[in-house]
């Protein structure tokens, strides 16, 4: 394709897969989208006892789905979940919103606390593009084991980092690293995780290691 990849023969499904300027309302996006709407929805109407079919439409619906996942109902998807790839043990409280227009990599363990939002799609900032409601999708990419705090939003493009952990209530505009404890509006990194997390699990009450026990997680017991 010439000029930067914009051939004017492509059609807006192919301008929204390759991350460009598109128009949403286009009717072969719509046909696509449709569907995966109403298997959603039945998703949702599911009793919190059946896990079976929770899985069945996660491996059915998502791009990617790895194993010993969870999600707590209700959740929220442009399309259904049908661009998120998710590896394996994850969880996700409470309406977890993800514009799923553009693609959502998720790691294993990581999670997700209530009222999180990940949104892929954007609108120009020219008033004029953005009243004739066009937009661009720009992939997010969340590393293994990260825990993202309630009420947070990740914004279109951003990258978090394995093990990084998310401040409930925070607005995540910028890639953050792996290992780290960032929060707040804009996002911003506070400090490396460290020695001081393994001796501390809340202010000055210590882990009391000795007593823990070890076992698989099941996505009841996770939280």
């Not at 991350?19 to 599911?46: R, S, T």
């Not at 979940?81 to 409280?93: E, M, R």
Request: charged share 25%.
């Amino acid at each position: 394709m010439q000029d930067g990849g914009k051939d004017k023969n492509m059609t807006q499904y192919e301008r929204m897969v390759a991350g460009l300027i598109y128009d949403p309302g286009d009717e072969e996006i719509l046909a696509e989208q449709m569907p995966y709407g109403e298997k959603l929805w039945a998703f949702n109407q599911l009793k919190p006892s059946q896990m079976e079919e929770k899985t069945k439409y996660m491996k059915e619906v998502f791009a990617e789905c790895g194993e010993n996942n969870y999600i707590e109902l209700p959740f929220r998807a442009n399309w259904g979940g049908h661009h998120l790839h998710f590896g394996s043990g994850i969880y996700a409280n409470f309406n977890l919103t993800v514009v799923d227009d553009g693609h959502i990599y998720v790691g294993d363990k990581v999670m997700f606390g209530p009222n999180v939002t990940i949104a892929t799609a954007n609108h120009p900032l020219d008033p004029e593009l953005r009243g004739r409601g066009l937009q661009y999708n720009k992939d997010v990419h969340i590393g293994e084991n990260a825990w993202i705090g309630g009420n947070t939003l990740i914004v279109p493009g951003v990258k978090i980092g394995k093990h990084a952990v998310i401040g409930g209530g925070s607005v995540v505009t910028k890639d953050i690293p792996d290992n780290v404890i960032a929060a707040g509006n804009p996002c911003r990194v506070i400090r490396e995780v460290g020695e001081h997390d393994r001796e501390y699990f809340y202010k000055d009450e210590k882990i009391d290691w000795e007593n823990l026990i070890t076992h698989k997680h099941t996505p009841s017991s996770m939280s």
